[in-house]
């Protein structure tokens, strides 16, 4: 079954450190997102990419930092430089906005 | 101004009860209109999706675009304790640029037995 995979479920990262949020796609989707969802906030967009070798920054993208070295793959890290990092990451892919997005499971990230 | 407008709730309506969850919008270019359901701590899912304006209806679930008020609606028929979920509104215009979706906030939906 085709579809979007974010790993791990749940995270937890000590101060300094940083982490990396996996994200994979079989859909053959040339789009993929980063956001992050805090309670009460809606969707941020950290990062896009629309094709391999390429990404812009969304609105919050101080502290983060991704890559798409292939289609199937967008993996974020979350740097020490990001200061409020708990929260709840959703990755998705698109054939292109009027397509809609195909959403992940999403990964919760807490600082301890 | 945001792009897109939506009343965050909570909504709490009784088993069996008709739910009106509604956004606004300020881009008149916006065809492409759609409704994403998001369980607790899961990722939204696409529920409806429409072109430009009118009704569509699948189920218990009915879609409306009025692109001359810049007005959708999602509504919701015989409600289940199963559609508790937060829903978000989301458009494009029709450019199929890779960025060009927008989200409300959501609006976190509860269904009592």
């Known amino acids: 079954d085709g579809g979007i995979t974010q790993s791990p479920k749940y995270l937890f990262r000590k101060e300094g450190q940083n982490v990396t949020l996996s994200c994979e796609q079989n859909l053959n989707h040339d789009a993929m997102y980063w956001y992050r969802q805090d309670p009460g906030q809606g969707l941020r967009l950290i990062y896009y990419s629309q094709i391999v070798n390429d990404f812009q920054k969304g609105d919050i993208a101080e502290g983060y930092s991704v890559s798409r070295e292939k289609k199937e793959s967008f993996p974020l890290t979350v740097t020490s430089a990001q200061k409020n990092p708990t929260a709840f990451y959703l990755c998705?892919?698109?054939?292109?906005?009027?397509?809609?997005?195909?959403f992940g499971s999403g990964t919760r990230l807490t600082v301890v | 101004q945001k792009e897109v407008e939506q009343d965050p709730g909570p909504l709490s309506v009784p088993e069996g009860a008709i739910v009106s969850l509604n956004c606004t919008y300020s881009?008149?270019?916006?065809?492409?209109f759609m409704w994403y359901r998001q369980y607790s701590r899961k990722g939204p899912e696409l529920l409806m999706y429409t072109y430009s304006s009118g009704n569509k209806e699948d189920g218990r679930f009915t879609a409306q675009v009025d692109k001359s008020s810049k007005y959708i609606s999602l509504f919701i028929r015989d409600s289940q304790p199963s559609d508790s979920a937060t829903y978000l509104c989301?458009?494009?215009?029709?450019?199929?640029?890779?960025?060009?979706?927008?989200f409300g906030t959501g609006t976190r939906l509860t269904v009592i037995p």
């Open positions: 881009n008149s270019a916006f065809q492409y």
């Open positions: 989301a458009m494009s215009p029709p450019q199929t640029g890779a960025n060009n979706l927008f």
């Open positions: 998705a892919s698109s054939f292109g906005a009027t397509y809609g997005y195909t």
